[in-house]
Structure formats: C-alpha cells, structure tokens
C-alpha cells in the first residue's frame, strides 16, 4: 500500500486547527501562496474541501472537523514515536495537576498520591474537583486526570485500567447483627444507605435482591462515602461502600465490615486522560505513581454512582 505525504499531516492539522490558510501559513512559517498548494493536495488526497468560503472567511466542513481529533492523535503519535520525550526533574518540577474524582478514590489513594508528590516531587501540587456531570471536553482544557468509573470516551482522550473493586457493607461494630455473616433475609430486612451524587435508590442491589424474592428498605441517599460510613455509625442501617473505602474507615471509625451475600458484579476504576498530555513527563509519572499505589492496595475506592449501589 502506498502512503500519501506525511508531510502533510502538520499541515493538515493546522489548517483544521486555524480554520484559515493565512493563520496555518503563520503558524508553519511558510508563505499563504505555498499553504495554499498544499491545501489542494490535501483535499485530493482526502477527498474532501475541508475548508469552504463562509461569508469573508473560511469554515470547516463536517468532514474537517471529524478528523480534527484523529489528526491531532495521528500527530501525537507520530512525535511520541520519532522524537523521545524529554526527561523531567521532580526534585525541582513546578506543576498543578486538577484531578477530578469522588470522595472514595480521594480518601484511598489521594493521602498516598499526596505523600509520593512531597517526597519525590515536592513543587506538585494537587486540585482535586468532585465528581459532577462528567463530559470529556472538559479533559481538553481544564481537567488533567479524571478517576473513576469511566464511561465511553472520544478518540482524543486515552484511558488506562487501575483496579476491580467490590462492594461490601459496612455497619456499627456494636450493632446487634454485626457478629455474624449476613444471609441475603438478614441483608434485605436491614435498613441500607446508599451513595449516589445523582440521588438514585435503585441498583443492581436491588435486581439481586428481587431474583430472591426480597426487597430492602433504602433509609437514606446520600451523595458520598463518607457520609454514608457516618450515618451507619450513628444508626443500625448499613452502609454500602467499596471495599477499599470500607477497609479505611473500619481503621478509623468503630465499624464492622461485611460481605454482602449477592452475587454482585466488579466494578471497574480506571483514569482518563487528554491526549494532549500522554507524552508529558510529569503527567506520565503522575498517572505511573497513581497505578502503582493503586496496584499496592489503595484500590477500592469506588464511583459514587457505580455497578455496586446507587447507579
């Protein structure tokens, strides 16, 4: 198969990205005469105007903006491949990371994330934003690392899988039942909080439950983990959490961890990011730092509208 000119992918993409072959001109230092040309072998190559007259400028056809991500991905890739990625100094690096997350994943891995970033990188700083309506634009301009459970992305942001985790249940460690293993009668009959930013009561709890002919009493909603593990405290109901923010709170709070007697799907925590920043050296070893402390055990740490309860 013969290739077309890969040499002209830089100037594709800041044709896409201008929007005007004088600004693609500037911006690849060549004269507009000479952008121009290479504009016309771009549409015969591509089959496509990709940019059309609009009143005194120029617009970009729906064709242009679909391959404006693949461009820029094809571009990224191809400088990853052929040019290595300078090395960076933590010891005297100066950064902000905006990480975006629930309160699960914050407690869990954050106070370790914050630990590696004082002691190996120490001009890191952390920004991390709750959870809200998640949309992928915002990893294009504000966000540089979401956690959590994602959902599906466009092609110009990357993902990497961090760990399974499981629901379990956490409750008073001198409520009456606390003792003994839950039978899924005893599971249903108690009072349940459950976490959901989105204020849902009903989850794949509640299809389990409903197979065995049984139906559980939701007391209260509530948008986190933490306040869930809180009102268990102070009440007979459980709490439903991810098994790592379960284990951290039973080493701080006097509550009783429990298997919940369903059979309950993993659910899966993961991190996004734009493609903008995959060969960064900072962002690679802040994601890099970020597995390996999940890998290490921190994981667990849930999405406040997982498979688990309150989706």
Known sequence: MQLPDLNL????????RAGSVAGAAAELNVSASA?????GRLRRVVGDPLLVPSGRGLQLTPRARELQPQVQAALASALTALRPPAGVELATLEREFTIRTNDGVASVLGPALAARCAAEAPGIRLRLLPEGDEDPVDLRRDIDLDVGALPPLPPD??????????????????????????TAERFAALPHITTSRRGRVHSVVD????????????????PTYGAAC??????????????????????????AVLD?????????????????????????????TLAEIAADGGGGAGDGDGAGDGA
């Open 9 to 16: 992918l830089p100037a594709l993409d800041a044709l896409l």
């Open 35 to 39: 952008m121009s040309r290479t504009l």
């Open 157 to 182: 942001v990357c993902s990497r899988d961090l760990v399974e985790y499981r629901y379990l249940a956490v409750a008073r460690a001198d409520a009456w039942y606390a003792g003994e293993p839950l």
């Open 207 to 222: 299809q389990r439950l409903a197979e065995l002919d049984l139906r559980r009493d939701v007391l209260a909603t509530v």
């Open 230 to 255: 809180w009102f268990a405290l102070e009440s007979d109901a459980l709490a439903l959490v991810p098994d790592g923010v379960a284990a951290q709170a039973a080493r701080h709070l006097p509550l």
């Open 260 to 288: 919940i007697p369903l059979d309950l799907p993993p659910v899966r925590l993961g991190m996004a990011w734009q493609l903008r920043l995959d060969a960064d050296p900072a962002h690679r070893w802040l994601r890099a």
